[in-house]
């Protein structure tokens, strides 16, 4: 059977998204990898997270895993405030 997974792209970075179930139970991880904005001449593993909170749905997980690679990649991309406003 095929994973139900999830691929986005966010700011020309690529997600990959997915719901883990949480075994024994109906509930479910949320993960997700940041891959380099390179794709496809050169796909690189930036940032890999699984939540330590589980989900009552996959849908929900998948949900929070976008989000959580959202934030990532902007506070990456994060520039600092400038000292003095002009």
């Not at 690189?44 to 949900?63: I, N, P, Q, R, V």
Request: aromatic share 12%; with cysteine; hydrophobic share 35%.
């Amino acid at each position: 059977m095929m994973r139900d997974y999830h691929v986005t792209n966010h700011k020309g970075y690529l997600l990959y998204i997915d719901a883990q179930p949480v075994e024994g139970e109906k509930r479910w991880y949320a993960e997700g990898i940041v891959f380099s904005p390179d794709f496809p001449q050169r796909v690189e593993e930036l940032h890999g997270m699984k939540s330590k909170t589980d989900f009552s749905s996959a849908k929900l997980a998948k949900e929070h895993a976008i989000a959580l690679c959202k934030i990532w990649i902007d506070m990456r991309n994060k520039k600092p405030w400038p000292s003095k406003l002009k």
